[in-house]
């Protein structure tokens, strides 16, 4: 008999990943990535130490405070902690629109991946966070073994094929 310790956990389906909070150096710096560049809207300002972002009105995607951090060195990247978070974009364009406003701004990218299952970008915000724009393709075209199970690649990125996105 399998006791209770050992029975198997299945989290809702359309459960999601609602916001990440971030604790950043300066939040000025931090709204010159995520509000400049990238395009998050501010919803609204908790004091002087804290601020909210999102995409569409929704009350908050992205958190940015100085609560514990105001001017810190960002985390040892060899130490346990957030490797990155994604954004997750709706369409191919949005993201090609993204990987644009990067290379407008000179923005370092560290990497640019097809996984098959979605396309990404891989940088660092200014406080050493990883930060993953992706999209993902429709569930019918990822790639599955023989079995039908998952099977993930990491492939270069089209970075031609998606910038002519905003061509279209």
């Not at 990238?38 to 300002?45: C, K, P, R, V």
């Not at 957030?82 to 990218?109: M, S, T």
């Not at 073994?145 to 061509?167: F, I, W, Y």
Request: aromatic share 10%; glycine share 8%.
């Amino acid at each position: 008999m399998e006791t209770e310790r050992n029975q198997k956990h299945v989290v809702n389906p359309d459960t999601r990943i609602g916001h990440v909070h971030l604790k950043v150096a300066n939040i000025e710096r931090a709204l010159w990535f995520y509000r400049d560049i990238l395009g998050f809207e501010i919803t609204q300002w908790y004091g002087e130490d804290a601020v909210f972002l999102s995409a569409g009105g929704y009350h908050h995607h992205i958190g940015l405070n100085t609560w514990m951090s105001k001017n810190a060195s960002p985390a040892p990247r060899n130490t346990a902690g957030l490797f990155h978070f994604a954004v997750l974009y709706p369409e191919r364009r949005d993201l090609a629109q993204a990987l644009r406003w990067l290379l407008d701004a000179k923005y370092p990218i560290d990497g640019a991946s097809d996984h098959g299952v979605s396309e990404a970008l891989y940088l660092r915000d200014p406080d050493g966070n990883g930060v993953e724009l992706a999209v993902d393709r429709p569930e019918n075209q990822w790639p599955r073994d023989r079995e039908g199970s998952l099977a993930m690649v990491t492939r270069p990125l089209d970075v031609e094929g998606l910038l002519a996105e905003l061509d279209s």
